[in-house]
C-alpha cells in the first residue's frame, strides 16, 4: 500500500510504498512507517534516527517533533495532532479485515468471562467464533496465550486480520481502560459493545474515578459502530450517562440485570449445581440452571446473552438455553479439585470489588469457615491495599495475606498496609507456603479461595518472573495430603 492509501494526512509528492509498521525501531525493516510514540517512560522521537537506518521511509510522529537536518531526505514525515489515533486508523487499513462480527466488552470486573461466556455461546448456535483478551486468543481451533488484556495496536491489527483470514466471523474481545484510553482499539469496527461494571482499579493511571468513566466511555462514544449495539448493566450508578452517551449517537441499547429493560433478573437461588436463574427477556420468563458460583458470573451470563442478542435479530429465545451449559474461564473462581474435606477455589479477584463479589459468593455455598487468601500487587495503585484488606477481614472466617506480583516495590510494606485494616489477618509473605497453610487447615464443609492471581503463569518479583501457578499450588498441597 501506498502512504497515502494509509493516512490522508500526508499530501506530499513522494509517496513510498509502506511495506509493514513498527512503533519499536529494532523492528523497523525495508519499506517500514516508523510510528515515534510518546509513553510514560520513553518517547519514540529518540529513535528516529535508528528507525530510518534500519529502512524506514516514513516517520509518523507528534505535530512539533523536530527532526535532525541529515534526516529530512531521507523519510517522509506524517505529523499527528494525535498519533496513537492515527495509528490505529492507518493499521486497520493495512490490515485490512476483521470479523464481521465484533463485540467488545468493557468493565472493572468481568469482561474475561463475559467474552468467554459470549464466545460460547455463538459455538453452541453453530458459528466459527473466538475469544481475545487477558487470556489469549482462544477459539476455532486457535489457541495462542496472551499477556495484555489489550495488545498493542499493530499485534491488534494483524491478530484480527489473521483471525479472519482463518474463518472466525465472531469475535469477542475485551476492552481494557488502558487499551481505550491510549487508542489501541480506535479502528476496531465494534458491531456491539458492553458494559459490566465500574469500581475501584488503575487509579495510578488514570487518578480518578472520572477519568477513569470517560476512558471506558470511549468504546461507546467512539468506537462503536453508529449501527452498533450497546449492552449496559442497568444496576450501576453509570448506567445512564452511558445510556446517554448510546442515545446522542443513535445506537440500539440493550440494558441487563433486575432494572434491565430487555433483560431483567428476577431472583438467583445458590444450589449445589450452581444457581436457580429467573428472568424474562423481553417479557419472555426463563428458568435456567446456570452451573457457576456467585451472583457475578450471572450478571457475566447475562451481558453475554445480550451482546449475542445484538447483531442476532433475536428474542433470545433460542440462545437461553445454551446458558446452561457454559463453562467458567479458566482463573474464574475455578474450582481445585480433590481436598479430602474442603472445597478450594482460585480467583483473579484483585479489586475491592471483585474481592467482596467472590467472598459474597461463595459464603452461600459455605457450611463451615470462609478462607481467604489475598494480597495486593506492587508498582499499582496503593490505596486499594487497605480496602482489599478490611473486606477479606470483615467478610470471611480466616484471611492470610500474603506477596502477589510486588514487582519493585517492598512486598512487606505492601502487606503492612494490608494488614492495618486487617488485624485479625495471619501473614505469611512467601505465597506457596501462605496456600500450603490453607490448604491444610480446611475441615469439613470450609472453602477457600485464592485471590488475586488466577490464570496467571508467574510472579513478578523486581524485574523478574518467576514461575507460579495458583492452581497448580493447591493441587500440590492437596496432593501433600492425599500422601
Known sequence: ????????????????????????????????????????????????????????????????????PEQDITAVKVFAENPRRELAHIAAKFYGQQPE????????????????????????????????????????????????????????HAELADLAAA????????????????????????????FTNLSRDHLDYHKTMDDYLIAKAHLFSEILNADGVSVLNADIPEFEELNRRCGERGCKVISYGYQGRTIQLHAVTPNPEGQLVSFTVNGTPHEI?????????????????????????????????????LK?????????????????????????????????????????RLVCIVGCGGDRDAGKRPVMGKIANDMADMVIITDDNPRTENPELIRRAMLSEAAGALEIGDRAKAIQHGVSGLEKGDVLVIAGKGHEQGQLIGDKT???????QAQDAISKLSN
Not at 479439585?337 to 459455605?366: C, F, M, Q, S, W
Open 167 to 194: 474463518g472466525i466471523t465472531h469475535l469477542a474481545m475485551e476492552g481494557s481502560s488502558h487499551g481505550l484510553h491510549q487508542s489501541r482499539l480506535d479502528g476496531v469496527h465494534a458491531t456491539v459493545a458492553g
Open 289 to 325: 440452571q446456570l452451573p457457576l458460583v456467585g451472583e457475578f458470573q450471572v450478571m457475566n451470563a447475562l451481558c453475554a446473552l445480550g451482546m449475542v442478542m445484538g447483531k442476532a435479530s433475536s428474542d433470545g429465545s433460542e440462545i437461553v438455553p445454551h446458558l446452561e451449559n
Open 1 to 68: 500500500m501506498r502512504l497515502t492509501d494509509l493516512t490522508e494526512l500526508y499530501q506530499g509528492d513522494d509517496n513510498p510504498e509502506i511495506k509493514g509498521i513498527s512503533s519499536d525501531s529494532r523492528k523497523v525493516r525495508e519499506g517500514h512507517l516508523f510510528v515515534a510514540l510518546s509513553g510514560v517512560r520513553d518517547d519514540g522521537a529518540r529513535y528516529i534516527a535508528d528507525a530510518i537506518r534500519h529502512g524506514a521511509v516514513a516517520v509518523l510522529c507528534q505535530h512539533g517533533t523536530v527532526f535532525p
Open 101 to 156: 462480527t465484533l463485540a467488545v466488552v468493557t468493565g472493572t470486573n468481568g469482561k474475561t468471562s463475559t467474552a468467554h461466556f459470549t464466545q460460547q455461546l455463538w459455538e453452541a448456535m453453530g458459528f466459527k467464533a473466538a475469544s481475545m483478551g487477558t487470556l489469549g486468543v482462544h477459539g476455532g481451533g486457535i489457541h495462542r496465550e496472551g499477556t495484555l488484556t489489550t495488545p498493542d495496536t499493530i499485534a491488534l
Open 466 to 472: 518467576i514461575p507460579f501457578d495458583d492452581v497448580t
Open 328 to 368: 467458567g474461564a479458566p482463573g474464574r473462581l475455578q474450582y481445585v479439585a480433590g481436598h479430602p474435606k474442603g472445597a478450594v477455589y482460585v480467583d483473579y479477584a484483585h479489586t475491592p470489588d471483585a474481592l467482596e463479589n467472590i467472598l459474597k459468593a461463595l459464603r452461600a455455598h459455605t457450611e463451615g
